[in-house]
């Protein structure tokens, strides 16, 4: 089994930062791309930046210049850093991972966190 376990959520207000973290765990072999996503209350759930297993980073043109994703390879960590938090940036944020969990295939499934909200107001 493979598990994603975020932390990091806050509230905070407008102007501050927060650093998520989305690490997982469980029968892994390797790990391509890792990504945060975002859904905030009545909208549809959107792409907020992705990473590959090289280190290509995306982002959303809404986060450009204000977020930052990475990862720890040998931890099978993700992080996103968020700067300069607007309350628009509210939202329950979601990890995924595309997970190989087996030598004996290259087939890779993805795997989704349970969320973590993070809430910009005063």
């Known amino acids: 089994q493979v598990q994603l376990v975020e932390s990091g959520g806050d509230l905070v207000q407008p102007g501050g930062s927060l650093r998520l973290s989305c690490a997982a765990s469980?029968?892994?072999?390797?790990?391509?791309?890792m990504g945060w996503y975002r859904q905030a209350d009545g909208k549809q759930r959107e792409l907020v930046a992705t990473?590959?297993?090289?280190?290509?980073?995306n982002y959303a043109d809404s986060v450009k210049g204000r977020f930052t994703i990475s990862r720890d390879n040998a931890k099978n960590t993700v992080f996103l850093q968020m700067n300069s938090l607007k309350p628009e940036d509210t939202a329950v944020y979601y990890c995924?991972?595309?997970?190989?969990?087996?030598?004996?295939?290259?087939?890779?499934?993805?795997?989704w966190g349970q969320g973590t909200q993070v809430t910009v107001s005063l």
């Open positions: 469980g029968s892994i072999v390797s790990i391509s791309a």
């Open positions: 990473i590959t297993s090289g280190g290509n980073t």
């Open positions: 995924n991972a595309d997970i190989r969990r087996h030598t004996w295939t290259t087939t890779e499934f993805r795997y």
